[in-house]
């Protein structure tokens, strides 16, 4: 079997960092314009170029998103941003819109093209259609189940890619086209501006639903054969079923979450590493451990996506509003000090010298730092680290790498 590429979502600079360092195989950001997640940090042209270098330098490929549909008036600041992005060395731009293909096909003859999720490919005919247009990739649409994703696989050129989102947070809508923010707040989805009201906290009163921040606009209820409709998604996480996306046929394993922290990041990609090279070891065994990782980000409830129900029978829904949190991210490795050995770590939450913590490596599961020891810049020992991203140093009875991240146990 191919091994699938580990595709991790980069939202900045540091997220892209924790990413390549905890196993990515290729990493998928956006500019400050024409991306579908507006409230990202995304990256400025000049913050593209050092990233790509970084990325490449790591053996790390760049996808950029470019995945909006744009209005006629926009054509021409996308015109100026495409010539802006024709040195940078892009590995591919994932586009939705038509138009934008073929654009980018016009003035960057030589870019690979992958279609993004939002163009709705479920069939072999779409993809097709796609690849004739000159697209290398397709990303399919996330309500297919495992099944029609193995029948496109069978119809389609070898040399036509798939790209299947594996993990991460699903909209309760066709492939993400959602209209329900651009309505209630001004705030358009498909222009990546997408407000989240299907997270929000609503209550009936009578016959209206009452949003808890907007009591002044309450909107119908009209329910059809007795029943009323919650529009809050569960998580996907498939790590269970990474065997039978393997032998699907998959060529690009792709992980939501451009707006997630960089520990999210690290932790997810990490563990999908983790199975995948334990497939390929030739004596796979699936780990519960791995589903404890997936467990210690934020997250709502998990589902396997609709690899394995019809979406139009089973949307997935959430049992309880809101997030599970994650395991408190407390520190980040950034530079071994050997004489004294002692590793400088950067502050992400407070930690105390009485606190339980684990250490996560890349290859490995969290695993319990039995002791440790905290000094100050200037080396004197404290007993907590208050102060925001503050830098101190650690003496611990783990080794550690830089890179390597101190969490909550």
Partial sequence: MKRPEILSPAGNFEKMRSAILFGAD?????GQIFGMRAA???????????AVKYAHDRGVKVYLTLNTMPREYEYELLKKYLSELRDIGLDAMIIADVGVLALVQEMIPNMEIHISTQANATSAAACLAWYRMGAKRVVLARELT????????????????????IHGSMCI??????????????????????????????TIRGYEIEEEKRPESRMPVEEVNGETFIMSSRDTC???HIPELIEAGIDSFKIEGRMKSSYYTAVVTNTYKMAIDSYFSGNYVYDPAWYSELESVSHREYASGYYFSDSKVDPNLTSSNGYIKDKAFLAVAVEYDEKRGLMKMTQRNKMTQNDKIE???PGKVGREIESFELFDEELNPIESTPHPY??????????????DIIRAK
């Fill in 26 to 30: 290729a990493v998928y950001l956006a």
């Fill in 40 to 50: 990202a940090d995304n990256f400025t042209v000049e913050e593209l170029r050092e």
């Fill in 146 to 165: 495992l099944d029609e994703i193995k029948a496109i696989r069978a119809n389609i050129p070898d040399d036509l890619e798939l790209e299947c989102f």
């Fill in 173 to 202: 809508s066709y492939s993400g086209r959602c209209l329900l923010s651009g309505h209630l707040v001004d705030r358009d989805g498909n222009r990546g501006m997408c407000a989240q009201p299907c997270r929000w906290n609503y």
């Fill in 238 to 240: 498939t790590i269970e």
């Fill in 359 to 361: 250490l996560l490596t």
């Fill in 390 to 403: 503050m830098n101190f140093y650690i003496r611990s009875s783990e080794p550690m790498k830089v890179g």
